[in-house]
């Protein structure tokens, strides 16, 4: 006989059916699940976002609330990826957010993060690749360029290069040997930043080279670059850029003030290595500043050339937010290089955000100094550890040649002359009966 399964009373069930009856009148707008709904539920189930929530801020650089607006960005995405078909993954995409900011945050391998979180390895592997090109998409779309404030020279961007260390690519040396920065003595990839500081005063990265190995010159990645018709129409000057140049506050200053005027777009500054032609301007399209490598005489254009300088220091300001944000790219970044390009925007876009809660400053500047310092130091170091290794191996191989030299003597000295040969032969050979 078959046993009756165990199930609700008559009574739960009527209860049941008159809440689910109450849940539809009050939510009688559509039958779709809203989308506060789908964040609830998803805040609800994030078991590892709920864990740390209280540290957010050391873990992500992001408030739970920041967070979440992030999420939000992605929702979009996530959602047309959670229609697809096969198994849902463990963890939900807020916990998805969470684990890759705090791996870009921490710089962690795979095996700390999971020691750290409590989630498998596979788990967080499978996590971070999928949340990574969502994050990649729903951030790139959702980043809005602000025009370039005014200035006596029109500078609209500022760009730099930066080199970003990994690990050696295996394979043979000739191809390795590509990636290899001699200026910071590491194995690394170089990027191209291009930086403007917009009429709100805040400086943030607009636009953004591919990868280069580490051993491409700083001028050959942005001639590579070619005509990019993002940049060339974004330093085009609109009728409202030219009505906002007022240089009458500018006349404090040892600068010509008619410069940017003189030219119905703005131009892009660079250090002393993108010194060109002007006929590889017009190939790329667009002017290039660049600051003068020796300081001139001439009082007009030192004074031009400090201002120049000046105006780089927010591309380094910059970068001491990206890598003191970030650690990932601050010591060797250990993700496959395949993954580096959406790394480099996600870590990008997610710095140009944390400079609108907080604007840059000199303390970005010291970070950025001690950044290199330290690569500096370390570069320093092995160098002088080579020239002891090598000072200790000549010494050996100076004992070992005088050695090998003394026991050649020691043999000569000791050895029988000629005749003495002769009549040692003639002895053996009377003593065998020859």
Known sequence: MVKPRKGKSVEALIDLEES?????????VSFARTVPDIEEIMMGRSLIFRKYESGMVKLTNFTPSEVVNIYRMCLPRIIKENTKRGKKPSLTFLDHVFCYLYALKSGQTMASLS???????????????????????????????????PNPLSIGLICDCSTFQVYRPSGFYDESKKMFDVKNNIYGIKVLFFVNINVWGKVKCVFLSNPNVG?????????????????????????????????????????????????????????????????IQNKIGY????????????????NRGKYLASRRVHVEQFFGRLVGAWNTFRHVYRFEHKHF?????NAVNLTNILTDYNGLGDEDSFEYKNWLETRYG??????KNKLISNKKWRNRKKKRLNDSQDNIQDFLNNSLDDEEIINESKLLCSSLNY
């Open 378 to 383: 370390m570069v320093d170091e092995r160098k």
């Open 20 to 28: 689910r009856e109450a849940e539809y009148i009050e939510s009688s």
């Open 341 to 345: 390009q959406m790394d480099i925007e």
């Open 287 to 302: 002017r290039i500043l660049a600051v003068p490598k020796y300081k001139s005489k001439d009082e007009d254009v030192a």
């Open 115 to 149: 020691v750290n979180i409590g989630e498998s390895e596979s788990t967080l592997h499978s996590a971070i690749r999928r949340i990574r090109p969502i994050v990649t998409e729903s951030l790139n779309s959702n980043t809005f360029i602000d025009r370039p404030a």
């Open 215 to 279: 051993s491409s010159h700083d001028f050959l990645i942005l001639k590579n670059l070619g005509i990019n018709n993002e940049i060339k129409e974004y330093l085009v000057k609109t009728k409202e850029d030219m009505e906002r140049e007022d240089m009458d506050k500018y006349e404090d200053m040892d600068i010509e003030g008619k410069f940017g005027r003189d030219y119905d777009s703005f131009c892009v500054l660079g250090d002393s290595a993108y010194i060109c032609s002007q006929e």
